[in-house]
């Protein structure tokens, strides 16, 4: 286990359970989020996505839930992710435990074929909860969205005693469409499950305010974090594997160096041929489906 740090900004290299039940005292964060590995065989640098069962899978979840829950603060609130196989079981788990205020879907396109013999996957569920309904924080203001069907065809309102516009914005609803990181994508990192800056925006101007702690047990590329510091709030991220912590290392600690090595983003080819892109592992056609 090692730490690095600076005023507002600290980095654990090591396991999420350890460090949370070593480092983090009780009621100390405002804002979980948790975008932990899903049980589908994924490689993650030297880590190995996969447990033997259901059961060895979730009852290694709830000792890290039970863990984030007991880190929030009374008026603190938890995102949860995880595989929409599993979810069923985190949320029956939480229930008990937290108030679930949403079960969102963060939905996503994806030109590429996922599955020809049932309907593939195109989104991951997150639930929403706070441990006090009664008093958490949520900047409904922060987060308005276009409301499409009256603010561009100027409706009138004929409901109330008075008629009116339709109001063109509004607090987003539960199905969130953002898209997957791509290639091309300024943000992106060599990481299999790197989730977009705009999932996090969302989350942390709604569900924290500025100079509020923010922590990510499964760090990855740093999303968490990244997306925290540029909104000035604080932030704790855990992760195991070397590799990733030098992301963080370059991308929160602003660090240049890591034990001899110089930390650098990603060297993209972004040449285009003939209209193609530049050959990498993700579909070409995901390549070109991004807005810049
Ligand atoms: C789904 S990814 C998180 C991606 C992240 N949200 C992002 O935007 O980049 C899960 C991460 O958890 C890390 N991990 C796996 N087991 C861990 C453990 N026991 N403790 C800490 N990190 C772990 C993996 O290396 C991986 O980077």
Known sequence: MKKYEDTNHIIHHGDALEVLQSEIESNSVDLVFVDPPYNIGKKFSKFKDSWSSNAEYVNWAYKWIDECIRVLKPTGTLYLMTSTQAMPYFDIYVRDKLEVLSRIVWSYDSSGVQAKKYYGSKYEPILHCVKNPKSYCFNADDILVEAKTGA????IDYRGDTPKLYNTKKVPGNVWEFSRVRYRMHE?????SQKPEALLNRIIRASSNKGDVVLDPFSGTFTTASVAKNLERKSISIESQDEY????????LDMEEHLGEKLEPVKKNTKIKNGRGAKHNDKTEDLFSVNY
């Open 152 to 155: 561009k065809r100027k409706l």
């Open 188 to 192: 992106y990192e060599e990481h299999p």
């Open 245 to 252: 912590i030098k992301i963080g290392l370059r991308r929160i």
